[in-house]
Every structure is written in structure tokens, then in C-alpha cells.
């Protein structure tokens, strides 16, 4: 099935894809590749998801967040691919921050939320590599922040 077929398919709605509040772009394309700056966590409202996993949130409310991220990945790369997201061949690499307290030591399990999430979406070609990165602070606040890179037909 085709990423618009699965999105129909899981009934979800991606966010609108948000222009940049700093200096950077959104998303940058260099031959094949497409570049997604980090998302952060934003939920259905667009209120900000603030905090720390490990005091302020737990390991499943962190995945919920990595999974907002990922929406908001999704909804830059269709903007970025003209509203066609067949131009994506597939993902290549997440990196996912986590703000989290220094025992907490599940930040794979949280950035679990962003690759499961791509991964429905793209099928097959949503397996990516992946890092996961525990922080002291993010910006805004947030509690997760992922960035992602694809590769383009």
C-alpha cells in the first residue's frame, strides 16, 4: 500500500507542516536525499509537549510524543515532495532526542513511538537506521525532539 493509503488506512491526520521559528530551513534536498530539521513534540492541539521523561513523563507518554514527532516528519517531507509522498523511496535515518532526567534510561523505548510510526506509514521502506539521545534540555521545553533523513526516487 502506498503512505496516503496507510495514513487513510490508520485514520490519521497529519498536522500542518510549521515554517521555522529560527534560522534554518525546514527541510533541505541534496540529490536523492531529503533532509528533515528536528521536529519536536506538538500534540493534536498544538500545544507543546514540555517536560522531562523520567519526572514529568512516563516511557509510554514519551512514545506518544516520539509518534507526534514523527507525524510532523511526515507532514514536512509531503510538503517538501510537492504533496506527493510516492517520491519517497525510504527512510534512511531517525535521530531522536529525549529530555530526561539522568536515571532514565529508556530513551530507545520512547524513540520507538517515531520509527513504529514511520515504519506503518512507509512499510518496508520505513526500516531505518537510528539513534537515541538523551539530553538535559530541549528546545521550547519539549520532551522529544526527532529529526530524519530520506531518500527520494
Same mark, same amino acid.
Given at each position: 500500500?502506498?503512505?496516503?493509503?496507510?495514513?487513510?488506512?490508520?485514520?490519521?491526520?497529519?498536522?500542518?507542516?510549521?515554517?521555522?521559528?529560527?534560522?534554518?530551513?525546514?527541510?533541505?534536498?541534496?540529490?536523492?536525499? /531529503?533532509? =528533515?530539521?528536528? +521536529?519536536?513534540?506538538?500534540?493534536?492541539?498544538?500545544? $507543546?509537549? *514540555?517536560? %522531562?521523561?523520567?519526572?514529568?513523563?512516563?516511557?509510554?507518554?514519551?512514545?506518544?510524543?516520539?509518534?507526534?514527532?514523527? /507525524?510532523? =516528519?511526515?507532514? +514536512?517531507?509531503?510538503?517538501?515532495?510537492?504533496?506527493? $509522498?510516492? *517520491?519517497? %523511496?525510504?527512510?534512511?535515518?531517525?535521530?531522536?532526542?529525549?529530555?530526561?532526567?539522568?536515571?532514565?534510561?529508556?530513551?530507545?523505548?520512547?524513540?520507538?513511538?517515531?520509527?513504529?510510526?514511520?515504519?506503518?506509514?512507509?512499510?518496508?521502506?520505513?526500516?531505518?537506521?537510528?539513534?537515541?539521545?538523551?539530553?538535559?534540555?530541549?528546545?521550547?521545553?519539549?520532551?522529544?525532539?526527532?529529526?530524519?533523513?530520506?531518500?527520494?526516487?
Amino acid at each position: 500500500m502506498s503512505a496516503d493509503e496507510n495514513l487513510k488506512n490508520l485514520n490519521i491526520k497529519l498536522p500542518k507542516a510549521n515554517d521555522p521559528v529560527g534560522s534554518y530551513a525546514a527541510t533541505r534536498i541534496s540529490g536523492n536525499l /531529503l533532509y =528533515i530539521s528536528g +521536529q519536536i513534540s506538538i500534540d493534536k492541539n498544538g500545544n $507543546l509537549i *514540555k517536560g %522531562k521523561l523520567g519526572k514529568d513523563y512516563n516511557t509510554e507518554e514519551g512514545y506518544e510524543a516520539a509518534k507526534r514527532c514523527a /507525524l510532523s =516528519i511526515i507532514s +514536512q517531507a509531503k510538503k517538501a515532495c510537492g504533496d506527493d $509522498l510516492s *517520491k519517497i %523511496k525510504s527512510c534512511l535515518k531517525l535521530t531522536g532526542y529525549v529530555n530526561s532526567t539522568d536515571d532514565f534510561t529508556e530513551q530507545p523505548k520512547v524513540i520507538n513511538g517515531a520509527s513504529d510510526l514511520i515504519k506503518s506509514i512507509f512499510d518496508e521502506a520505513g526500516s531505518h537506521a537510528r539513534a537515541a539521545v538523551s539530553t538535559n534540555s530541549l528546545p521550547l521545553g519539549v520532551a522529544v525532539e526527532v529529526d530524519a533523513i530520506f531518500d527520494l526516487n
